[in-house]
Structures are given as structure tokens and as C-alpha cells.
């Protein structure tokens, strides 16, 4: 993965509703992902399954972010 498409899928992650990344089951997340990529970049089936795999791996880490984001927006103080 090059370092383009690693900027773009984390800028898409970041910039994506946290309640959506907390909603959707493993599976779901990832083709919403790969969708998303593929419409703005035109991916091809090498580096579809390339995020594909490297999305599974890194799943905890979206869904951390993501509840980082949110708590803030959804605290008591």
C-alpha cells in the first residue's frame, strides 16, 4: 500500500460519523471502507484485497479512534 492511499483511507476513517464506525458489524465496516476508497480512487483487485486485510487487522484500532471521537461529544460534564 502506498503511502497515498494510506493517507487517504485514514483521512476517510477520521472524517467518517463515529457513529457509524461504532454501529456496523467487522464485515460491514470494511465494505463501507473499501466502497468509499473505491469510488474516489478506482481501486483495483490487488489493492482492494490489500485494505481488505489490512482493515481486518486494523479494526480495533478504527473502532478506539472512533470512541475517542465520540466520548467527548457524549459526556455527563
Request: net charge negative.
Amino acid at each position: 500500500m502506498n503511502p497515498t492511499m494510506m493517507r487517504q483511507l485514514w483521512s476517510l476513517i477520521e472524517t467518517t460519523q463515529t457513529n457509524l464506525l461504532l454501529k456496523l458489524d467487522d464485515a460491514s465496516l470494511v465494505q463501507w471502507i473499501l466502497k468509499q476508497l473505491k469510488q474516489e480512487r478506482g481501486l483495483n483487485s490487488e489493492e482492494m484485497h490489500i485494505l481488505n486485510e489490512y482493515l481486518y487487522n486494523r479494526l480495533s484500532l478504527i473502532r478506539d479512534l472512533a470512541e475517542q471521537r465520540y466520548a467527548p461529544n457524549h459526556s455527563s460534564s
